[in-house]
């Protein structure tokens, strides 16, 4: 492979992030797939003959998998977005007291202005939370290079390392150096320690001394290392940003002296104070919370921050170039040569002036979507439903507007069921897909069957984890490297758990499903119902020939409408289907009261 390897590639972040493991030796990759860090471990499969790659059903399991593999003293990394860090923070809090032996990157990936995400999350706070440090690529051949770096750290320290990437850095692309592929020559094995693995308290105390040790000679070592550095230029200014917060300072302040903090965490305290020592007026620019400008403060250093650098939302040059101006003393002119001056300085435009005649497009579920049936059936019925994240959160939406609450990932199961004991007067239906069945809905589901709950649950089983792009999980029967597998059973395991009601609905068929689920709504007990139909988008399967409205038929009722489809259009006179967009899935015909819809040949006939 390394013979024939390009010197330099066009990579994105994420999968300079996958080459940087391969090329650091690592043997054991797991993730669980979320925007933005989802590409990680596709684009390792590349290297998939050299690499043990593994979906894990959730975060937590990834990194408890990894830490495993890196006590025999493998090379591993993890992968999975800020919100997954909550479900793996268990494992890390004290992983960080174990340490590992082989070196261990937890690739975590934020979402600076939800471009996909539920909530804005700065992962840094785990960092020191866990005490464990943290690297911060600007870009991608950062990307790659961090994470070599990380694992080299990971094993000379002996602890877990953090990898923070964002969605601009994960998705983003550039020219890369690319390296051989280096395996460290060591035998892999555990060895027993039993003071050192296992933290009992008596042991655990004595491993809390050891982190506070590992703290002060990491900040020792982040003083000097490569990944910080200063650029020395106009003294008048000196910018300290982290991450991908540099770039946008080197395009809007090309003349100031900055500090590129890419270990940022623990803070390399000296190197703050030599920088700012240096400048008249010290800025920190970074993305989402202060935590940087409040340590620098916290050194007793005078600084601006957060008074100017908006603290919410993705950081841009535009934006920064914005808030510069207001900079009370010095304008961004002073330290930028006019000749020099990006055009965002001179005015702001728009952030997607091509985009401000377009009309408003709200996410929908695509034709032929099977939840879309479910969403039908449930609006048949004055219940409540605790929904979850995945493409059925589009439930929430008008036309459909049959979802209640989101929460995270498996909540949707366990609210429900909270909801019932909290005494609700109407039926509580939780809604979840069946990769969120997987990742942590199956506990929820043991709580409802021991606690003698009785809300209905329905697992949209759409066979893949379509949100994220299609990912494998443990109900599809095939691994991340396309291998094939046992395929588990979302029926067997909801019987196993104790469910006693375990139904399968087909929700393309309309009917039956209302009826199973008003069946479900009129029994006081649990039930669980499975609503299988595959992802059209992942299968490439068309469900039928297009269907076709019949104007003379058609009274304009539209009942078709209320479905959501982007297949089905109206002009404000007359309802028509795009046959462009048709799957033919016949949902439409099947709701339509005067028989107007039909097969595009004409032929008007029940689904
Ligand atoms: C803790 C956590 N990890 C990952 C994600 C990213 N994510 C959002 S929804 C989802 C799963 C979607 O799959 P599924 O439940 O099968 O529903 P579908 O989109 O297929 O309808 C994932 C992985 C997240 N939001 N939270």
């Known amino acids: 492979m390394t013979g024939s390897t390009p010197a330099r590639e066009l990579l994105s972040g994420n999968q300079a992030i996958a080459r940087g493991a391969w090329q650091a030796g690592v043997t054991v990759a797991t993730g669980y797939p979320g925007t933005p860090s989802t590409e990680i471990l596709e684009a390792a499969t590349r290297f998939k003959d050299d690499l043990c790659l593994e979906w894990s059903p959730n975060e937590k399991v990834a990194l408890e998998v990894a830490a ?133 308290p008596a042991h655990a105390r004595g491993m809390r001394l050891r982190v506070e040790e590992r703290t002060a000679i990491l900040r020792a070592a982040a003083e000097s290392s490569p990944a910080n550095r200063i650029e020395w230029a106009d003294r008048g200014l000196g910018v300290i940003a982290e991450g991908v917060a540099y770039q946008y300072v080197k395009e809007v302040l090309p003349g100031a002296s900055v500090l590129k903090l890419g270990w940022a965490i623990p803070f390399p305290d000296a190197l703050l104070r030599t920088f700012a020592s240096g400048v008249a007026r010290v800025l920190v620019v970074e993305e989402l919370d202060g935590i940087l400008e409040e340590h620098v403060r916290s050194l007793g250093i005078a600084c601006e921050g957060r008074s100017l650098v908006p603290g919410m939302g993705e950081l841009s040059s535009s934006r920064l170039a914005a808030v510069l101006r207001g900079m009370p003393g010095i304008t961004p002119a002073s330290i930028v040569p006019p000749s020099e ?65 989101i929460l995270c990932m498996g909540a949707g199961i366990s609210m429900a069921h909270g909801m019932t004991k909290a005494g609700e007067p109407r039926r509580v239906v939780g809604m979840v897909g069946d990769s969120t069945f997987f990742h942590s809905g199956i506990t929820g589901l043991l709580d409802i069957a021991y606690n003698k709950g009785n809300p209905v649950i329905i697992v949209v089983d759409n066979r893949t984890t379509a949100m994220t792009g299609h990912q494998d999980h443990p109900g599809t029967g095939r691994t991340l490297a396309g291998a094939e597998t046992g395929e588990a059973k979302i029926e067997d395991i909801a019987r196993a758990c104790g469910m006693k009601n375990v139904v399968v609905v087909n929700p393309y068929h309309l009917k039956p499903t209302t009826e199973t689920l008003r069946k479900a709504l009129e029994s006081d007990e649990a039930w669980l119902i499975v609503s299988r139909g595959a992802c059209p988008l992942a299968t490439h399967e068309r469900l039928g020939p297009p269907r076709k409205v019949d104007q003379d038929l058609c009274t304009v009722c539209k009942a078709c409408l209320k479905l959501g489809c982007p297949a089905i259009e109206f002009d404000g006179a007359k309802v028509t289907i795009n046959d462009l967009l048709c799957n033919g899935c016949s949902m439409c015909q099947q709701v339509c009261p005067s028989k107007a819809i039909g097969l595009a040949s004409g032929e008007c006939r029940d689904a």
């Open 68 to 200: 495993g593999a890196a006590l025999t003293g493998a090379r591993c990394i993890v992968t999975m977005k800020h919100v997954g860090l909550n479900v793996a923070a268990d494992p890390l809090m004290t992983l960080s007291y174990t340490g590992v032996v082989g070196g261990l990157v937890i690739v975590v990936a934020d979402d600076p202005g939800m471009h996909s995400s539920q909530n804005e999350q700065d992962s840094r706070h785990f960092a020191r939370f866990a005490k464990v440090p943290m690297l911060e690529p600007a870009d991608s051949q950062e990307a790659l290079d961090f994470t070599v770096l990380g694992l080299e750290l990971s094993e000379k320290f002996r602890t877990p390392v953090l990898l923070r990437s964002t969605t601009r850095v994960s998705h983003s692309s550039g020219i890369v150096t690319l390296g051989p592929r280096k395996v460290p020559d060591r035998k892999i094995g555990f060895e027993k320690d039993i003071a050192r693995f296992v933290p009992v």
């Open 341 to 405: 001056q990006p055009a965002a300085l001179v005015a702001q435009p728009p952030a997607h002036p091509e985009a401000a005649d377009l009309p408003a497009r709200p996410p929908v579920l695509c034709p032929s979507c099977p939840h879309r049936g479910i969403f039908h059936a449930l609006g048949k019925f004055d219940v409540v439903v605790t929904g979850d994240i995945g493409c059925y959160s589009l439930g929430a939406f008008a036309p459909l507007n049959r979802l209640d609450t």
